[in-house]
């Protein structure tokens, strides 16, 4: 699903720049 993918790639980005959440 869209909605799967998008929140993977949120905490995936959230890992990488943890600074900018």
Partial sequence: ???A???LG???LALI???RF
């Fill in 10 to 12: 949120y905490l995936v």
């Fill in 17 to 19: 720049f943890p600074e």
């Fill in 5 to 7: 993918v998008a929140l």
């Fill in 1 to 3: 699903m869209i909605v």
